[in-house]
């Protein structure tokens, strides 16, 4: 997950075969499986003179998920590492609180 347009930037590059580094710092990362662009993203009801018998909903995108397979690496306090090794960093995360 990142601010929105961070998707559409890291597929460019990544069809340009320029890298695609992100700097995030461990606490961040997350074991939640974002399923698509929604995920996050704040939905507002808006109800107006015009329709006051259907609500409809306007998000306001501020997130998007980005695939790990586009991002080269990942920097963070710990080191540079690849974006596959997130799992990894989380387990180790988990184990120290126990």
Do not use: W
């Not at 990142?2 to 995030?24: D, E, K, M, Y």
């Not at 993203?41 to 306001?60: A, C, I, M, R």
């Amino acid at each position: 997950m990142a601010h929105v347009g961070s998707s559409t930037v890291a597929l460019v590059a990544h069809q340009n075969n320029i890298p695609v580094v992100f700097f995030c710092e461990t606490y961040k990362f997350c074991d939640k499986s974002p399923t698509d662009s929604f995920y996050l993203n704040v939905f507002h009801s808006k109800t107006g003179e015009e329709s006051q018998v259907l609500d409809y909903f306007n998000p306001v995108i501020e997130y998007d998920v980005t695939p790990a397979d586009l991002v080269t690496s990942v920097i963070t306090d710990i080191d540079i590492l690849p974006s596959t090794i997130v799992p990894v960093v989380l387990r180790v995360q988990e184990n120290r609180l126990r």
